[in-house]
């Protein structure tokens, strides 16, 4: 874990709200030189504290509305059948997320559709074809009630 200071920690936020923040805007706001705050920014980079920079596009706007979240359990956990699976599904576009998880299932997935039908394209292209799959259990969503993608830095 890195030690952020409080400086370190505005530039953070102020960049989580706005990733296109000029770097002489980013200065202003944290009372810093335009140098200095380059610096730090730099520095969060290098770091790793800044993983990278990301446009995030409205699903529903571009005709991809509902989230179902899909439960996978494997046959087998083995390291040989994880890898499989897991380089199976990270070549499935409408998978936006995957997750080893603890519990009933082995995995979690988030994946993004236009609609019911279309769910069904998927699991049948893809989802039924994922390897060492014994059970799939779908969850549709009804509705984000909160949705996140800055972490609070106190």
């Known amino acids: 874990m890195i030690e952020l200071d409080a400086i370190d920690r505005t530039i953070l936020t102020l960049l989580q709200q706005d990733g296109r923040l000029s770097n002489a805007d980013l200065a ?31 699903q529903k706007t571009i005709g991809k509305p509902t ?17 499989a699976f897991e380089n199976a599904v990270a070549a499935c576009p409408e998978v936006m997320e995957c997750y080893l998880m603890s519990g009933d299932s082995d995995y979690m997935l988030r994946v993004v559709v236009s609609d019911t039908a279309d769910y069904e394209r998927v699991h049948k292209e893809y989802l039924s074809r994922l390897p060492n799959v014994s059970r799939i259990r779908s969850n549709f969503a009804l509705r984000t009630v909160c949705k996140k993608t800055a972490f609070a830095l106190s």
């Not at 439960?71 to 040989?80: F, I, M, P, T």
């Open 28 to 58: 202003e706001r944290v009372n810093l030189s335009p140098s200095a705050t380059l610096r730090r920014v730099r520095m969060l980079e290098e770091s790793g504290v800044i993983e990278g920079y990301a446009m995030l596009v409205n």
């Open 67 to 83: 989230n179902i979240f899909v439960e996978v359990a494997l046959n087998s956990q083995s390291e040989v059948n994880l890898n």
